[in-house]
């Protein structure tokens, strides 16, 4: 095999592949990157960690074309180590892999492309089409709710509910629960669920493409491809029924307040700086009026923060862990939220002040006295 490429185009394509790359294997060939040169001009990387398969193409001038399975880290390390300009990469009949740029000149052990998995033939039974920057939006707005306790089994997944013309996540932990709607234009309905680690990859790799391109997504019975423009990932789908979400969510409120996002957040950041510095990042919120009273209790002393907000209903004190109710307020650009309540032992429900584009369910944290 013998080729040459520009060395930042390279090093980028390496940065996309090297993600599907697991440092955990005890696979010694998943350790690497299978790289191969075809007669039509093109270098395609692919790696996996049985998964999540990625395969990336870029244009390449091949003088003889082969293929190779490198070391991940020590080729992504060299190739990014190297001075901008071209890269030539020969590989002889033992596997050596000469790697020369400019006045350097490495050379490497590679391992044969025979012992490397393939990604497999998807027989195609579903696609659907999706806007990327709407995709990776709501990737972002659920991603952080899955559980990441591999004991938990299906709720380290994320579910994507495909229906006409709509789009929905859904992701929980047991102690909270996040759901992001968008349109789609989607002709049938169908529900997955793919794990949340990959889904946050799958976003990482996205944000490399151009925001206009469009997003395919390929299915068939136990794996999915979702495809753009010269980058393909190759997914597992998890097995299993996932939580009737709809169930859990609460149908009204006995106390609904309407506030300023940013101003919320900022409130209970300033105010879990001393709620960390207990054993449950407990915040407690006593709602009464047009405002709400941010305080949080430890050891070392006391933090209060008033807050003005709109409400309708009962008066209300609850407790929660400072940290789920910010990642909630610091996924969202609304500049307005609703928070609906019930008890203080019932779960809060945050969202827009119209529409269904998201909705937050947070389960409280007892408080004493």
Known sequence: MKLSCNQTLLSRALNVTGKAVSSRTTIPILKGILLEATA?????????????????????????????????????????????????????????????????????????????????????????VFDKARFQDMIRKTSFAASIDESKGIIVGILMELSEGEMTMVAL???????????AANLKQKKIIIAARILNEVQKILSDLDDSAEIKLVLDEKRGVIAAEDTKIVIRLLEGDFIRYKDILPKDHKCRVKANRKELADSIERASVM???????????????????????????????????????????????????????????????????????????????????????????????
């Open 40 to 128: 039509d001009g093109f270098l395609k990387l692919s790696a996996s960690d049985l998964d999540i398969s990625i395969e990336k193409k870029i244009p390449v001038t091949v003088t003889e074309p082969g293929s190779i399975v490198v070391s991940a880290s020590l080729f992504t390390d060299i190739i990014k180590m190297l001075p901008s300009g071209e890269v030539e990469i020969t590989v002889d009949e033992g596997n050596q892999v000469t790697v020369q740029c400019l006045t350097s000149e490495y050379s490497i052990v590679g391992q044969s492309a025979d012992e490397f998995p393939g990604t497999g033939e998807i027989k195609e039974q579903e696609t659907f």
């Open 173 to 183: 932990d047991g102690f909270r629960m996040a759901v992001a709607r968008d349109q």
């Open 275 to 369: 709620a960390r510095k207990g054993k449950n990042n407990l915040i407690k919120l006593s709602i009464s009026d047009d405002r709400i009273l941010i305080s949080s209790r430890s050891e070392e002393g006391f933090v209060k923060e008033e807050l003005f907000v709109e409400k309708e209903g009962d008066d209300l004190e609850i407790g929660f862990n400072a940290k789920f109710i910010l990642d909630v307020l610091k996924v969202l650009s609304d500049e307005e939220i609703i928070i609906d309540l019930n008890t203080s032992i019932s779960p809060c429900l945050i969202k827009p002040l119209e529409g269904n584009a998201f909705e937050y369910l947070i389960l409280p944290v007892r408080i004493s006295g």
